[in-house]
């Protein structure tokens, strides 16, 4: 198994190297993916309130089970739409400087969230149930009357019928000052762990040999986990690691409650 995990991955040599690599790992594992498919409809008029909410330039970027609505919709808006692409929870899509607003076609607010820090642009977002669902009965911004501030303050708004509905900057500022502490914890961390996934697309393995030798300079005591599937949970049984760096899904960090998560990309 280590044989075939080392060819896969290009670790040539794991004596003296600390880097931990679960049992359960198959290399050789078929994985059969089936999208499925988001039913819905949606008419003129309904398009035509969405494109009143919206800026000129858009980037309309949408999950797998919302690619027909994306379509439907990008095909009616008369906006200039500079990105058309599907989103996952560990993407990060190269928005233009040009762009003036993000289009989120999904569910929840955790593509929205990620995307507006990341970009620091607003994110609206529109699903089949915020689409028809009726006008909110107060505290949305009317769609004619809405302005977008230029503070690089991250926005997000749920389209609501006729009406937007803000996401509360307060819920904004708390997930900012949760990224804050969990980079001072890795300033002040003499024990950190490097976690490497094993999944097509998100494997870093070279960028994290390179982190660990920069910061074993720093007199940092450095450990590497590779493994399929990223649990938080499971920090736990490392009791002696104070901070964990993310070389996998960027947004890894939101489902952590602890601050314990720093991104690659915050620290190399």
Known sequence: MKGKLKKRIGLSDFSNQNIYIPNIFSPDMKTLFIPSKKKFSISASQISRLSKSLPNKIAIVYSIQFKELAEKIKSELPNTITLFQQVLGCSKPKISKETEAILLIGEG???????????????????????????????????????????????????????????????????????KAAYMQFLHADKVGILVSTKPGQNRLERAEKLKKKLEKQNKEVHIFISNNINPQEFENFPDIQSWINTACPRMDMADERNRIVNLGDVE
């Open 109 to 179: 607010k955790f593509h929205a969230l990620g995307l507006s820090i990341e970009t620091q642009k607003p994110v609206f977002i529109a699903s089949t149930g915020s689409i028809h669902r009726k006008p909110s009965l107060g505290g949305g911004v009317p769609v004619e009357g809405l302005k977008i501030s230029n503070n690089k303050t991250p926005e997000i708004f749920i389209f609501s019928g006729e009406k937007l509905d803000k996401v509360s900057e307060k819920e904004i500022k708390r997930y900012q000052q949760r990224k």
